[in-house]
């Protein structure tokens, strides 16, 4: 069955430190990839996503994924975090037009 | 930036009663969802639509049902609202080609609570 999982629940990273939120995926065939971050109480919105090419796809507000075939992840980085990075962030994968599976959600905790 | 709305955004009712959430977009997407989430917590697809007079259930079993009248709305309605339903409803949207690119672009939500 196609999974996502994100092995991480919370993390928590001081401000100007630098952050990577794991996802694993499952998949017959290399699915779409996606990140999206969640601030309380709102929808979801898209950072970035991979569909083929280059491995290393840069995002909105600072943030890149690396996808790595060998290793079935797509994992969330961002060299500095900044306070309004604390968020939920879940990661998402498709394939061949079906549903999204989403992660469980990485929740991000910010210290000044 | 996406165009996808729901409305509304809080909602606080007592049992038994008959809601409507509503869900609008204006980008022509086909496809439609429903999602539940508790706070805090996974996202659950309750009900989607491939378009126009078509629904189907998701993952999570739900009481609420939907329809499609119009491409660009998916009303979801619980007839009578328990306070196992207190929960956020996300509704989103995306293109249906299975090669393109097929977001799903995000409404804000609407959190509901039920006494």
């Known amino acids: 069955a196609q999974s996502v999982t994100q092995p991480d629940i919370h993390i928590t990273v001081s401000e100007g430190a630098s952050l990577e939120l794991r996802c694993n995926y499952s998949y017959g065939a290399t699915p779409y990839l996606f990140w999206y971050v969640q601030s309380p109480g709102q929808g979801l919105q898209l950072l970035l996503k991979y569909f083929s090419g280059d491995t290393l796809v840069q995002g909105i507000k600072g943030f890149e994924a690396e996808f790595k075939r060998s290793q079935s992840s797509f994992n969330l980085r961002k060299p500095s975090v900044h306070w309004s990075d604390a968020a939920e962030y879940f990661c998402?994968?498709?394939?061949?037009?079906?549903?999204?599976?989403f992660g469980p959600g990485t929740r991000l905790s910010v210290l000044p | 930036e996406a165009d996808i709305y729901q409305t509304p955004r809080y909602l606080v009712i007592g049992t038994g009663k008959k809601i409507t959430l509503e869900c609008s977009q204006t980008m022509g997407h086909d496809k439609m969802y429903w999602y539940q989430q508790d706070p805090g917590m996974e996202l659950h697809l309750i009900h989607y639509?491939?378009?126009?007079?078509?629904?189907e259930k998701g993952d999570l079993s739900s009481e609420s049902t939907v329809s499609r009248i119009r491409t660009e709305h998916f009303p979801l309605t619980l007839e009578s609202a328990r306070p196992s339903h207190t929960s956020q409803y996300l509704c989103?949207?995306?293109?249906?080609?299975?090669?393109?690119?097929?977001?799903?672009?995000f409404g804000p939500g609407t959190r509901l609570t039920v006494l």
């Open positions: 998402a994968g498709s394939s061949g037009g079906q549903n999204f599976v």
């Open positions: 639509s491939y378009g126009v007079n078509s629904t």
């Open positions: 989103a949207s995306s293109r249906r080609q299975v090669s393109s690119y097929n977001e799903q672009f």
